[in-house]
């Protein structure tokens, strides 16, 4: 049970001992009772729970990773951390993928290409996940972000071999877009307080497999 101190009553309380309880005489009681202010702005409670901080990487970190950091960074609000990195990162995103989340209504301002050592130091934020995105991933050895995260993989095309015309292009990324945006729906519905790390390791990798389904 959390506990916090009225403090617009306790001010209520004294303003009625120094004008009422003084005979009328409100100077019996001092400067108190015009000290305290007649209107109190009231006090919110707040309940502090730490975010999650999820990683996700894949080989240039300029589509499919990018994508997954801007999604979570406005599906999860306040209660995850979202970047991105690659093993072998591209100069910059693909511009159809920032046009599209702009598109979209996301935030692309910090959104850049940037390789994974910028989250081994020591100075890193540590992160609980990581997910890799990489279609075909075998073979590509993941650096080490301590034993306590959830490492998963949710296996997704890559949008440097869409081929094809603009349109059937922007129609692949919208795709993408959607299997990208159920899978963090329902990442960040999961009931975390109640799951192990070998429940969350599950679960994540349910979202994995059930989630490339094409919208």
């Not at 109190?40 to 309940?47: A, G, N, S």
């Not at 890193?124 to 890799?132: E, G, H, L, N």
């Not at 949008?159 to 990442?187: A, C, Q």
Request: charged share 25%; net charge neutral.
């Amino acid at each position: 049970m959390n506990y916090r101190a009225d403090v617009k009553g306790f001010r209520g309380l004294i303003r009625f001992l120094a004008t009422d309880c003084c005979n009328g005489r409100p100077e019996l009681c001092g400067d108190l009772a015009r000290l305290l202010p007649e209107e109190v702005p009231d006090m919110k409670e707040t309940t502090m729970s730490p975010a999650f901080n999820v990683l996700f990487i894949c080989t240039h970190n300029s589509a499919r990773s990018i994508m997954a950091e801007a999604l979570l960074q406005k599906l999860g609000k306040d209660r995850f951390n979202a970047y991105s990195a690659g093993s072998d990162p591209s100069k910059k995103p693909l511009p159809e993928v920032i046009d599209r989340l702009s598109k979209l209504g996301h935030d692309v301002t910090n959104l850049r290409c940037k390789s994974w050592n910028e989250f081994t130091g020591p100075n890193a934020p540590r992160m609980d996940f990581v997910i890799a995105l990489c279609d075909t991933p075998q073979g590509q050895v993941c650096p080490d972000f301590g034993e306590k995260f959830v490492n998963v993989a949710w296996p997704l095309p890559d949008p440097m071999s869409f081929t094809g015309s603009d349109k059937e292009r922007i129609t692949l990324l919208n795709e993408l877009y959607g299997m990208i945006r159920r899978r963090i729906e329902i990442f960040t519905n999961l009931p975390f307080a109640s799951l192990d790390k070998m429940a969350l390791n599950a679960r994540l990798d349910e979202i994995g497999d059930t989630a490339r389904t094409a919208p």
